[in-house]
């Protein structure tokens, strides 16, 4: 068993954890990929809009929330698929929740850019 890291070493462990997740999201789930995308283009747009700095936070985080929502999504689908990988009404329960959780973040962005645009132009 491992003697559990403490101080900077906690954070710089955590920080490569945290790496291999993102190289794993983006390596195996292409709709995270495309999500990515996504945010990246979204926050570059943000940037470029004549608004202050708190809406382009906000346009920022709604993208970002997505994000979140996919690796949860992945992060419960990865664990069903371990526990098994036959068909089991609870399975597809926690994985359709996940996916919910994933089209809410989704409406949640396009309200949010809608009521900004709106209000700009």
Known sequence: ?????????????SFIHSYNGF??????????????ILFIGGTIL????????????ILIASLMLILMMELANTAIETVIDRISQK????SKKAK????FL????????????????FDLF
């Open 1 to 13: 068993m491992n003697t559990p890291q403490t101080g900077i070493k906690r954070l710089l462990f």
């Open 23 to 36: 190289k794993i999201a983006v390596s195996t789930q292409e709709s995270f990929r495309l999500d990515l």
């Open 46 to 57: 943000s940037f470029l809009l004549p608004i202050n700095i708190l809406t382009k936070g």
């Open 87 to 90: 068909q089991h009404p609870l």
């Open 96 to 99: 359709d929740i996940g996916s």
């Open 102 to 117: 994933v089209f809410l973040s989704i409406i949640n962005a396009l309200i949010i850019w809608f009521c900004v645009l």
